[in-house]
T-cell receptor
Framework: DAGVIQSPRHEVTEMGQEVTLRCKPISGHNSLFWYRQTMMRGLELLIYFNNNVPIDDSGMPEDRFSAKMPNASFSTLKIQPSEPRDSAVYFC??????????????FGEGSWLTVV | SQQGEEDPQALSIQEGENATMNCSYKTSINNLQWYRQNSGRGLVHLIL?????REKHSGRLRVTLDTSKKSSSLLITASRAADTASYFCAPGGNQFYFGTGTSLTVIP
C-alpha cells in the first residue's frame, strides 16, 4: 500500500491567499485525522472524520479553516484567508478504527506550509 | 481528553546507553500506543500495550503500563544514533491525541 498521501509537500504563499491541502487516506480506512504541528503548540488534532462524516472539529482554530471529505478516498483542509501564524506542518492520518479499539494510526509525510 | 503527557521533554544520551521516557494520562484506557517521529517526517507506530498487560517487548523496546498510576514508560536499550527522534504516547481513545513528545538525541 502507498500509505497516506498528502499534497503539496511544501507550499509558500502570501498572506491573504487561499491554501488547500489534500489527503488520500489508506484504502479501507474509515477514520481520517488532520493535525497541525508547530514548535510552540506541538501536535494538535484539528478535525476527525469517521466514514466521511466530521465527528469532532473542536480543534479547528477558527472559521478561516475548513475541512471536507467528499468520499472515502479524499479529504481537503482549506485555509482562507491564510495568515503568517498558520505556518506549520499539517499532517493527515488515517486508521481502520479508533485508538480505543487498539487500531494504529498511519501518518502522511506532511504538508509544510509557510505563509509570508 | 485522552492526551498523554510525555516526560522528559528532551533527553540526550551517548550511543549504547539506555533511554527511558514516560507518559502520564488522565482517564481510563483500553490500550496505549507509542509512536516515533523522525525529523521532518510523520509519526510511525512503534508498539501497543493493552490495559491487561503490564509489560511488552519488541526488539530493543520495552514498554510498561501501570493503570493504577495512569502511566507508561518506554525503554530503548542499547541506543543507536538512528534512534534520535521524538517519541509520543497515545492513550487509547476515539481520537488519537498526542502530547508534545520527548525529543531524544543519541550522540555517536
Amino acid at each position: 500500500d502507498a500509505g497516506v498521501i498528502q499534497s503539496p509537500r511544501h507550499e509558500v504563499t502570501e498572506m491573504g491567499q487561499e491554501v488547500t491541502l489534500r489527503c488520500k487516506p489508506i484504502s479501507g480506512h474509515n477514520s481520517l485525522f488532520w493535525y497541525r504541528q508547530t514548535m510552540m503548540r506541538g501536535l494538535e488534532l484539528l478535525i476527525y472524520f469517521n466514514n466521511n462524516v466530521p465527528i469532532d472539529d473542536s480543534g479547528m482554530p477558527e472559521d478561516r479553516f475548513s475541512a471536507k471529505m467528499p468520499n472515502a478516498s479524499f479529504s481537503t483542509l482549506k485555509i482562507q484567508p491564510s495568515e503568517p501564524r498558520d505556518s506549520a506542518v499539517y499532517f493527515c492520518a488515517s486508521s481502520s478504527g479508533t485508538g480505543g479499539g487498539g487500531n494504529t494510526i498511519y501518518f502522511g509525510e506532511g504538508s509544510w506550509l509557510t505563509v509570508v | 481528553s485522552q492526551q498523554g503527557e510525555e516526560d522528559p521533554q528532551a533527553l540526550s544520551i551517548q550511543e549504547g546507553e539506555n533511554a527511558t521516557m514516560n507518559c502520564s494520562y488522565k482517564t481510563s484506557i483500553n490500550n496505549l500506543q507509542w509512536y516515533r517521529q523522525n525529523s521532518g517526517r510523520g509519526l510511525v507506530h512503534l508498539i501497543l500495550i493493552r490495559s491487561n498487560e503490564r509489560e511488552k517487548h519488541s526488539g530493543r523496546l520495552r514498554v510498561t503500563l501501570d493503570t493504577s498510576k495512569k502511566s507508561s514508560s518506554l525503554l530503548i536499550t542499547a541506543s543507536r544514533a538512528a534512534d534520535t527522534a521524538s517519541y509520543f504516547c497515545a492513550p487509547g481513545g476515539n481520537q488519537f491525541y498526542f502530547g508534545t513528545g520527548t525529543s531524544l538525541t543519541v550522540i555517536p
